[in-house]
């Protein structure tokens, strides 16, 4: 049983770095590691542990499997999430009210006026940008990699 939980985990692990994440990267998701994972859910649980030690082990290994299921549900939720068209329209006219209320501050100096606009206007489109990149953190270029797996296998 042993080798069967473990050999579904680094077939997880591989399938995630192989396939899973690239498949995020598009919005997509493998199907067969659900399978993976409920495979070694049901041979751990289906173990009837001899003594206190084993049940400990048995306990722990169903704890972990149930943490990398939920982890795995939440990066799905995550990937399948992001900002609504009423959200960014909600940005895009507090952004315009800002710059516009930048406008009615009194300063004499022209130039000062432009550059204080500027940089307003610029913090509020990098900040955007941001938020446009980060809304699918398994698609963008600046988001989650598969790094943290190749190292765990």
Known sequence: MRQRVRADS?????TVIRSEWPAMRR???????????????????????G????????QETMRQLTITHDAR?????VNRGGSTWFEWLVLLVGGACIVCFCWLFGVRNQR????M???VVTIMVS??????ELQYPFRSDVGVGADAWRDAV
């Open 10 to 14: 680094l077939a997880y692990a591989e």
């Open 27 to 49: 919005g997509t998701v493998d199907p067969s590691l659900a399978t993976l994972t409920m495979d070694a859910i049901n041979v751990t649980s289906s173990f009837t542990p």
């Open 51 to 58: 003594n206190m030690g084993e049940a400990n082990a048995q």
């Open 73 to 77: 549900q939440q990066r799905i939720g």
């Open 112 to 115: 000062v006026h432009l550059l």
């Open 117 to 119: 606009t500027s940089a």
């Open 127 to 132: 900040t955007m940008v941001l938020l446009f």
